[in-house]
């Protein structure tokens, strides 16, 4: 029969106790690495979100007419866009599977879904000839070449108004799914309006959408 002294006993436990303490380690080690990795995933969410609401609101701010392709860096992802937010899932985490990330649009663009909205900013312009030229010698209307009167501005606004209102309502029922292989094409057009004494004055429209391949 085996016996084992104070000695024995005391060094069995420490050996015991050492085991318990090498596998906590071990178990802690593997937790924390599990929570890293999703935190990280979440974390590359969160800035692929907020990049593209930031190139959204600092298109909004050019003073001139100006177009930008944006590419997406984070393939493994849902993008999805509304005039309101920006959001990013991922089905790849380890303690959830799918992580989520979101931004807020400091501004309201104009987002072609196939339905409604428009590509470009000659899409745009065609649009408002379809909508006002009443002549038919123009497949455009509202670019600097070929400007409303002042006194359609009004009607002109609420036109436009109305359209983002319409684009508006239907991406918060379904957003826009972006493809993260073809880039978002973001434009800030300008509409312009000729006054009386030949100035001209304008206003802009925000136009987001995903490039055709």
């Known amino acids: 029969m085996l016996r084992l002294n104070n000695d024995g006993i005391i060094s069995w436990l420490l050996s015991q106790l050492a085991l318990l ?9 593997i937790a924390s690495i599990t929570f890293y990795n999703d935190w990280q995933k979440e974390a590359e969410a969160k800035r692929l979100a907020l990049n593209l609401a930031s190139e959204i ?3 909004d701010l050019k003073t001139y007419p100006n177009s930008t392709l944006y590419w997406i860096d984070l393939k493994k992802a849902s993008i999805y866009l ?6 990013v ?5 380890n303690i959830h599977k799918k992580l989520f990330a979101t931004a807020t649009l400091l501004v309201k663009p104009s987002i072609y879904n196939g339905s409604v ?7 745009l312009y065609s649009s408002l000839c379809q909508k006002f030229c009443k002549n038919g010698d123009s497949s455009k209307m509202g670019d600097a070449e070929n400007p409303f009167s002042y006194d359609e501005k009004p ?7 109305s359209e983002l209102n319409r684009i508006s309502k239907e991406l918060a029922i379904r957003p826009l799914r972006i493809d993260p292989n073809r880039p978002l094409y973001i434009e ?3 509409i312009y309006f000729k006054k009386d004494d030949g100035t001209l ?3 802009g429209v925000l136009i987001v959408s995903q490039v055709k391949t």
């Open 82 to 87: 509304s005039t309101e937010y920006v959001r």
């Open 155 to 161: 009607e002109v606004e609420n036109y436009i108004a």
């Open 89 to 93: 899932i991922r089905y790849d985490g």
């Open 117 to 123: 909205g428009w590509r470009n900013g000659d899409d």
């Open 201 to 203: 004055d304008r206003i």
């Open 57 to 59: 609101a600092s298109m």
């Open 21 to 29: 303490l090498a596998a906590a380690i071990l178990i802690a080690s």
């Open 188 to 190: 800030k057009a300008y």
